[in-house]
């Protein structure tokens, strides 16, 4: 017995290892997704400082307490503070524009009343409130915001409290006990202390006269910040339409090993024709599939999907044509089942996760981020943010989508130039 299943064993290895291309890939598709999301992930897990984050600081103040806060957030492992941009000292509008172009995702803005603010904070009736702003990038995940924003609000209530203790406990000794002998001057500095620690200091509400209020670049015209729908459901809905690929390239095998494109060759038709239709019918079911994603998470959830009904279209329109295109591709170079399931795994799994669909590119390595536009999943990502989190419309997006549509050309051209119809 043992020797018929030694035999049985010895005769399936020789098939499985007879084609090395399928044998190649189940080795590299786990090893590659391994490779890509540690490199994608790896900010998660490395100490603050080992991968700073960058935030771009606009300081319109002249007084000491903001360079305070400025000075003490360069200085938090974690942080990379910049005032500057190409060797020019930063302006709001140029600050907000590095967002916009997708070159930062963070700003810190001092307003100039903010030393004002904070000096006319005991000796007017109402306090003034004056508004930092931490303007991002709507489509930075809130779970990345909420850290910053809390180190942030620490530095600026910790250094208005320190720049208000000392006229606080002025005030306290001149309104209430001017003339206080030495011994008792100690109690109403405890008083003081707990006045302080109480917000008396914040005036009449018992708050600092300084909010700090999380904000969009001004050419972002948002009405609401994303929530977890907005921001999950393009990224999971590119990974899914994408997995077309396999069905396409499996049934273009089926048709090719049934010798179906053999007897369509005696029809007078050109080749690219031939696969034209072919793969009609796949771009209508990723459509399909968009328009249920979307449809149903709006329906059930309750996201919202943007102001432009027509930027929605075109770029799901794109969008479907680069993952079908990538079908062809595919088709086109494998050779055998086993080939086009590894390889399909291997191509969706490693641009899925290089393009944001599993992390967002914003925590990625510099160099990651970059790589990752060599896929269409960045480039359809980024371009539904822009219609979901960022409120553009149609205009905004057409780059995006005319890159879409570039990848489609290519797939498809590669794909048509590599067929075999034989």
């Not at 006990?177 to 500095?189: I, K, L, S, V």
């Not at 409120?391 to 290519?410: D, I, Q, R, S, T």
Request: glycine share 10%.
């Amino acid at each position: 017995m043992l020797n018929q299943i030694f035999a049985l064993t010895w005769k399936e290895l020789k098939i499985f290892f007879k084609d090395l291309g399928a044998v190649a890939l189940i080795f590299l598709q786990p090893f590659m997704f391994i490779v890509v999301m540690s490199t994608a992930m790896s900010g998660m897990f490395r100490a603050p400082e080992d991968q700073p984050i960058p935030i771009l600081v606009v300081n319109e103040d002249a007084g000491q307490v903001a360079a305070a806060v400025v000075r003490q957030l360069g200085e938090t492992a974690g942080f990379t503070v910049e005032t500057t941009w190409e060797g020019q000292p930063l302006d709001l509008a140029r600050a907000e524009a590095l967002i916009v172009a997708g070159k930062r995702n963070l700003v810190l803005h001092f307003p100039a009343d903010f030393s004002a603010a904070l000096e006319n904070a005991l000796d007017a009736a109402d306090v003034a409130t004056t508004t930092v702003r931490l303007i991002a990038d709507p489509a930075t995940p809130g779970q990345v915001i909420a850290p910053i924003q809390g180190t942030v609000q620490g530095l600026i209530e910790r250094n208005a409290l320190t720049a208000l203790a000392p006229r606080g406990l002025d005030y306290l000794f001149q309104a209430i006990a001017p003339d206080t002998p030495r011994e008792r001057q100690q109690q109403f500095r405890d008083r003081a202390g707990l006045a302080l620690a109480d917000g008396f200091l914040g005036g009449a509400e018992g708050r600092l006269p300084v909010a700090l209020e999380r904000a969009a670049p001004s050419a972002m015209p948002i009405r609401q910040f994303p929530d977890t729908y907005q921001q999950n459901v393009p990224g999971y809905t590119i990974y899914g339409i994408f997995w077309i690929v396999s069905a396409l390239a499996g049934a273009v095998l089926v048709e090719r090993r049934d010798g179906t494109f053999r007897r369509l060759l005696a029809a007078p038709l050109p080749r690219g024709v031939m696969l034209f239709g072919k793969l009609a019918p796949y771009y209508l079911i990723n459509l399909a599939q968009l328009a249920v994603m979307f449809g149903a998470s709006s329906l059930l959830f309750g996201m919202k999907l943007g102001d432009s009904p027509a930027g929605l279209i075109v770029v799901c329109l794109a969008a479907a044509a680069a993952a079908t295109g990538l079908g062809v591709l595919v088709a086109g170079l494998a050779r055998t089942e086993a080939q086009i399931g590894g390889l399909t795994t291997l191509l969706l799994l490693t641009v899925s996760a290089l393009g944001g669909c599993f992390v967002p590119r914003f925590t990625m390595p510099e160099w990651l981020r970059t790589a990752g536009l060599i896929t269409p999943h960045a480039w359809a990502l980024d371009a539904f943010q822009d219609l979901f989190v960022r409120g553009y419309g149609l205009a905004e997006v057409l780059p995006k989508v005319g890159v879409l549509g570039l990848f489609a050309l290519a797939f498809f051209a590669i794909g048509v130039w590599r067929f075999r119809f034989e």
